[in-house]
């Protein structure tokens, strides 16, 4: 039961964070992640168009825009947390890790926390605090070792 | 869709978790900014432009904060809204209760459901303010501080904010206790609602 990757894609399709969350994580150079993350941007949005049940204005219950929220494969699961502004917090963990759904939405609260509370972050362009890459790290710490309880 | 006893106690949760400042100093705090902007600007119409520009870039931020930490409280649904009425409610009673402590009003909705006010009746901004009297002689701009909008980074704020959920709008400050009027009144007004999405690229190919 192990986390993989977390990636973060902006509103425009961008990838602005990839971190490896376990040494099961793949390495693949930044290039492949970048491709990766503007592929899922669009394949998250044409899954919404191609869906047999379309949402009007193609927005599901939260608010925020519809489409992929959950891949499972042999050996991966794949969450997505789409956010009313438009930002994914992608994740992908071994099957079986519990509290996928728990970590998204506290990894969304360190982004508004660190990432965004820093002057010199710009919106949209690529993270790069240390004060947030180390709450990630010890989010994940926890969660692998404790469990998150819900808030 | 929200009732307003659902957006009032989201509101007070959301605010007994947030970690709190001392009112002073945030009061003082902005008092010298905007005592700056004067100095440097000397026209209070500059001055208000770069408030609203200094509130757009705090309210483009604050919104994920919101969203995020009403989701992990559980109070998710209290954020969400069908329509302007909505947006209004949970703007005043849980926005502006959950960053700044003090609730705040909506209402005054036009006609057409386009434009609504937002009424704050202790504002935490103006806590030691007073704007100079008219006439004062050894301020040669003295008169022209009437014309200063002291609270124009909540116009800001709003407008940053609305703009990351894809809600274009303008606001203004059309009271304002420290002109002597009773309440503090922001009118918001919904330009256009924008899309956007790479949705929109695939539709109807």
């Known amino acids: 039961m192990g986390f993989l990757h977390l990636f973060i894609v902006n509103k425009s399709g961008g990838l602005i964070l990839h971190r490896p969350l376990g040494p099961a994580a793949p390495r693949i150079g930044t290039n492949e992640w970048l491709r990766i993350g503007s592929t899922f941007h669009s394949l998250h949005a044409i899954a919404a168009e191609a869906s047999p049940v379309k949402l009007p204005g193609n927005k599901n219950q939260s608010g925020a825009d519809d489409g992929i929220e959950q891949i499972e494969g042999g050996g991966i699961i794949l969450k997505c947390l789409q956010t009313r502004t438009g930002i994914k917090f992608v994740i992908t963990a071994e099957p079986g890790t519990p509290d996928l759904d728990t970590v998204l939405r506290e990894i969304y609260v360190l982004y508004s926390d660190c990432a965004l509370k820093d002057p010199f972050y710009e919106l949209e362009m690529p993270i790069r605090c240390e004060l947030f890459t180390n709450s990630v790290d010890n989010l994940i710490e926890r969660v692998e070792s404790g469990g998150v309880k819900a808030r | ?205």
């Open chain 2, 1 to 205: 869709m929200s009732s307003k006893s659902q957006a009032v106690q989201a509101g007070q949760t959301l605010w007994a978790k947030m970690p709190k400042a001392n009112a002073e100093l945030f009061a003082l705090t902005y008092g010298s900014l905007v005592t700056e902007l004067v100095r440097d600007y000397e026209d209070p119409i500059e001055v208000n432009a770069q408030l609203d520009r200094i509130g757009h870039s705090i309210g483009v931020r604050c919104v994920d904060e919101f969203l995020s930490k009403a989701d992990v409280a559980g109070m998710g649904s209290a954020t969400r809204c069908s329509n302007l009425r909505d947006t209004a409610e949970v703007l005043a009673k849980v926005g502006f209760k959950m960053f700044l402590g003090t609730g705040a009003e909506a209402g005054g909705f036009s006609q057409d459901q386009r434009s609504f006010s937002i009424y704050l009746q202790d504002n935490p901004l103006s806590t030691f303010v007073e704007l100079p009297q008219h006439g004062d002689d050894h301020q040669s701009g003295g008169d022209d501080l009437r014309k200063l909008k002291y609270s124009n980074l909540y116009c800001g704020v709003i407008r940053g904010a609305l703009e990351q959920v894809n809600l274009k709008v303008e606001c203004s400050i059309v009271r304002d206790t420290l002109k002597g009027d009773e309440v503090n009144e922001i009118r918001v007004e919904l330009k256009e609602v924008l899309a956007d999405g790479a949705g929109d690229d695939y539709k109807d190919e």
